[in-house]
């Protein structure tokens, strides 16, 4: 199926990570010019933009001022920005319950998530505002829909991303003209930083047990997702959405 992507100007924030790197090959097999945005990870953001001949570029999103200067950087160069992924975000690494959970973890995490979220929106939607078109696509997760025991922290950001935000955000827009917002809710992906922290048999079978489909899902299929709800041409007529790449989740044990 064809995409209408080849002419487009897309940004992946946080795209020099396992999903985000995905992502932005998967959009640039479609012969889209794509903007490969990093806070840290400079090495990865500049090898996978010199292999898809796109462009890596740094911004600390958590500062409004950085995003907005961001979205200003790739029009002044590329002329227009037509697709925002808002995928950057931080999972804290050490599963705690909530009591535990002590305020600098919890402000650092709904600031690297929510924030980001929120900051990269506002960016993209002030140019969107001007030209009256383009698709955001927020990265949520099935966290923010099913909970996730001892990470409250991030299944609070991204709950109130792919709820309260998206559904506004979408609404906001409708004043705009052809400007789409929807979200993607990836369950548990096999990433590099999953694999390093440790995936047995064990852990697959929870995490698996209300899914549909007996597996775990691959960057890859979460990147098909992404690219299928950006493009016009296949999802002109879907916002305020949110899609599960989760197997058919119902639930969580893990």
Known sequence: MQTGLSDSVVLVTGGAGGIGESICRAFAS????????????????????????????????????????????????????????????????????????????????????????????????????RTGSGSLVFVGSTAGIYGESGHSDYAAAKGAITSGLLMSVKNDVSILG??????????????????????????????????SLKKLATPEDVANAVVSISSDLISGHITGQIIEVAGGMEGRLV
Request: with cysteine; hydrophobic share 40%; proline share 3%.
């Open 30 to 129: 479609e012969g889209a010019k794509v903007i490969v945005h990093y806070h840290e990870s400079f090495e990865n953001a500049d090898e996978i933009a010199n292999e898809i001949d796109g462009f890596s570029i740094k911004a600390d999103l958590r500062d409004s001022s950085q995003a907005l200067a961001l979205v200003d950087t790739i029009v002044e160069n590329f002329g227009k920005l037509d697709i925002c992924i808002a995928n950057a975000g931080y999972y804290p690494s050490e599963s705690k319950p909530i009591w535990d959970i002590d305020e600098e973890r919890w402000n650092q995490t709904i600031s690297s998530n929510l924030d980001v979220a929120v900051n990269t929106a506002r960016g993209f939607l002030r140019e969107a505002s």
């Open 178 to 211: 052809n400007v789409r917002v929807n979200a993607i809710a990836p369950g548990w992906t096999i990433t590099p930083k999953k694999i390093d922290q440790g995936i047995n048999d064990d852990l697959v079978e929870k995490a698996t047990a209300t899914m």
